[in-house]
Every structure is written in structure tokens, then in C-alpha cells.
């Protein structure tokens, strides 16, 4: 019988995040991670955990709460927190993608400031089409759909919004594996150089059968400053192509609460070397196979 993972206990994970961001000279105040359980305390009990950390010096240590099978108007929750205003327009093309019934909103947080970013999980693969051109975006948002069209970019899994660089974020559902050619072309998107073989074969050796890809688009401008690539790793703490100090230490040491772990490493692109750096997630509560296995299956139906 599988093991099941623990309930979420929230004085744990306020002790256990607080432990990792100092280890990892990340900003932390237990008085607003309080205030953001508590603003979704009903949830909890049933959220899928994540925590996230990039190669940045002192950067900022999120964690994300998914909602899995729940609809949540999480920009009515945030709104009552006073984290944003109802009418942001980053909250309306949340609400905006959320309109369809096969879609969940989940959330970022930094622990020292409050909301980072909404996120929607789409159970079906939305057309890249409907997403740009969502009723209520920017004209220069549909702008950029030939752009990602010739570059092979279709089928959209997720969609968020980033309440800190007030951007928006696309992500792709691509066949797994990379050559020279595709990477040139989803990278050239964000003005960065092409990928050196070596990095070419990390991601394409780690990104099988499937992958995810990120767009990352200033809604008022269209400019794309940065794209990413995903891949789930067993054990990134030992991933042989990880030499960034900060991230094996995040992977080292972060707590988790489920029985079987999930690394994701993630590598992104932007013009010029300071916008290219890593990012690493890890389950902490609420992973299962299972589920995975389940948001996979619709993907492919």
C-alpha cells in the first residue's frame, strides 16, 4: 500500500519555510505568511504544497498553494486581503481565463510580502489563440500570437500572471526532447543568443516525453523578456549539471511532507547574461504520482 502524505499543519510549515529562507538569506516575516494562511485557511487541508527557489543571490523563497479539484476565486480572496484591487487588470485576465469550467487558480507567495503571482491551470490544452485573444487583453498582447505560432508554440497548459513585474506567463505542453534548431527558436523569442550544445542536451536529455516551455509577455509593451524551460528531475540535490551553490543547497534542505518527492529544475533565457539564470521547485505537501499522472492524461486526451 502506497504511503500517504502527511496532513498540512501550518506552525510546521511556518517553522520549516522560516528555517529555509535563512539558511538561504531569503526574506521571510512570519507575520504575512500568517496572514496568507489564514486569508485561506479552508483550503489547506487539501492543497498541493510547492516551494520555490532561483540562482539569485538573496532572492526571494516562494511557495505555491494549488487548489486541486476546486474552483477558488482566488483574486476575490486576494482582493479581501488587500493585496490587490479587484479590478487590477492582471486579476481580470485571471478571472477571464478561469471563465471556462476545465480550469483551476492557484497562487505564489512571497513570505515577506504577500501575493507574487496567480496562476491557471488549464485540465485541457487550450489553442495558444484563445489565450491571447481573451476578451479584455491588450491589443499588444494578440500581437505577439504569429510570433509564437512560427515558432511552433500551440498548445497552452497553463497561463498566470506575475503581480510583481506585472507580466503575464504562458506556458506550452511541448514533445519532450530538444534539438539545436527548436531551442534556437523559442529562445530567440527573448532576444537571447542560441543555447550551447551541452545545455541543448541537459534539457533534452531531461525533458521526456513531454515538456513544459514559458513565455513570459509585458502586457502594455508585447515585449517578451524572457522565456524557460521545465523539466522533472528524481533527485535534482544530485543533478549532475546543477553547479549553482544556492540551488543545491534549496534542494538539500527543503522540507517535505509527502512520500514520494518531486524536483523540477527550470532554465531561463533573457537577452544579455544577467536575465539567464535557474530555478528549482519541490513538493512539499499534497504530491502524489497519482495526480500527476492524472493532469498528464487529460493533457494527452
Known amino acids: 500500500m502506497a504511503a500517504s502524505a502527511e ?14 529562507c535563512h539558511s538561504l538569506d531569503a526574506p521571510y516575516s512570519s507575520k504575512v ?11 489547506l487541508d487539501d492543497s498541493y504544497v510547492w516551494l520555490r527557489c532561483t540562482s539569485k543571490p538573496a532572492d526571494v523563497v516562494n511557495f ?52 507574487a503571482k496567480s496562476w491557471i491551470y488549464f485540465r485541457r490544452l487550450q489553442p495558444i489563440q484563445e489565450i491571447l485573444c481573451t476578451h479584455g487583453l491588450p491589443a499588444s498582447v494578440a500581437s505577439r ?59 533534452s536529455d531531461n525533458t521526456h516525453p513531454m515538456q513544459t516551455f514559458g513565455v513570459t509577455i509585458v502586457p502594455e509593451t508585447g515585449h517578451i523578456p524572457r522565456v524557460a524551460f521545465y523539466a522533472p528531475v528524481k ?12 540551488l543545491r543547497k534549496f534542494f538539500s534542505e527543503h522540507p517535505s511532507h509527502d512520500p514520494q518527492k518531486l524536483h523540477i529544475l527550470s532554465w531561463s533565457y533573457g537577452a544579455g547574461d544577467s536575465k539567464t539564470y535557474m530555478k528549482g521547485e519541490a513538493s512539499y505537501a499534497g504530491y502524489s504520482e497519482e495526480l500527476s499522472r492524472d493532469m498528464f492524461l487529460r493533457w494527452i486526451e
Open 235 to 246: 533527485n535534482a540535490e544530485n543533478f549532475p549539471s546543477l553547479k549553482n551553490e544556492r
Open 64 to 115: 505555491r498553494l494549488a487548489f486541486h479539484g476546486k474552483r477558488v476565486d482566488t483574486t476575490a480572496i486576494l482582493a479581501s486581503a488587500g493585496w490587490i484591487g479587484i479590478d487590477d487588470e492582471l486579476a481580470k485576465m485571471v478571472r477571464s481565463w478561469s471563465s471556462q469550467e476545465d480550469t483551476e487558480q492557484w497562487c505564489d507567495f512571497d513570505p515577506s510580502r504577500g501575493i
Open 7 to 20: 496532513k498540512f499543519d501550518r506552525s510546521t510549515f511556518q517553522s520549516e519555510l522560516s528555517t529555509l
Open 145 to 203: 500570437l504569429p510570433d509564437l505560432q512560427a515558432a511552433g508554440l500551440e498548445h497552452v497548459n497553463y497561463a498566470a500572471v506575475d503581480y510583481a513585474n506585472r507580466s503575464m506567463n504562458v506556458y506550452f505542453l511541448l514533445p519532450g526532447g530538444l534539438t539545436a534548431e527548436r531551442a534556437a527558436r523559442y529562445v530567440a523569442l527573448a532576444g537571447s543568443t542560441p543555447l550551447s550544445e551541452a545545455d541543448v542536451q541537459i534539457i
Open 33 to 43: 505568511t500568517e496572514q496568507i494562511l489564514e486569508a485561506f485557511d479552508e483550503y
